[in-house]
């Protein structure tokens, strides 16, 4: 059962767009980054929260990338574990705690598949919330390993194919663009990415004899 762990910057925004996201993807718990000046935003999203059954922890920082990151670092290494997914709610609060937190998450991330060789599935992703027509929409970024190539090359075929390809398929179209390496070399490493997206809400896995996969963004 996937963990998600839901991270998010108090601003001045309304409530519904701090936590919508967390019935959208369900929660295990709420992190809550804040300046010591929005005490009574806080208030009113802890009793939300509360309404909701959910935990959370709050977590004082300074309006300052580097208090936030720090912070970050700390909660994402703490919460990073298997079958977790941290969400990164980029909707609210200041632009500079929140690109902190973002930084943070993706390292955190990749020092937990190093340190276990990516032999356990974690993961995290952003979504930014925005209303059109009076309803709620959401749009969701993954994060991932962006300093492997051949994970990059991965993740464009996936977003670019129309229909769901198994990993076969996935390589006969990337060995034609740029993959010099056999085929089980091409799966080994599929499957350390597949660590970083398995639970991500914005890929998809058609189970079965030849399991085919897409990423919807």
């Known amino acids: 059962m996937v963990k998600y762990i839901h991270f998010i910057t108090i601003g001045k925004e309304d409530n519904q767009l701090h936590l919508a996201g967390i019935p959208k993807f369900s929660g295990e718990e709420a992190v ?17 929260l509360s309404h909701l059954g959910l935990g959370y922890r709050v977590i004082f920082v300074k309006e300052s990338y580097a208090d936030a990151y720090r912070k970050a670092n700390d909660e994402a290494s703490a919460y990073f ?11 609210t609060g200041s632009r500079i705690i929140v690109s902190a937190i973002e930084d943070a998450v993706r390292i955190q991330l990749y020092y937990f598949h190093k340190r276990t060789y990516e032999k356990k599935i974690c993961s995290a992703f952003r979504y930014i919330i925005e209303r059109k027509n009076g309803k709620l929409i959401f ?5 991932w390993n962006f300093t492997i190539k051949d994970f990059n090359d991965i993740f464009d075929a996936l977003i670019e194919i129309n ?6 398929e996935l390589y006969d179209l990337i060995y034609l663009r740029s993959y010099t390496g056999g085929y089980e ?6 499957r350390r990415f597949l660590k970083w997206f398995k639970n991500q809400p914005c890929f998809k ?13």
């Open 32 to 48: 809550l980054f804040t300046t010591i000046n929005n005490r009574k935003k806080l208030d009113s999203i802890k009793e939300n």
């Open 185 to 190: 070399a091409f799966r080994k490493t599929f």
């Open 139 to 143: 749009k969701i970024a993954p994060i």
């Open 163 to 168: 229909n769901p390809a198994s990993s076969k």
């Open 81 to 91: 574990d298997e079958n977790t997914c941290i969400a990164v709610n980029i909707t």
């Open 205 to 217: 896995e058609e189970t079965g004899k030849a399991p085919k996969y897409k990423i919807d963004l």
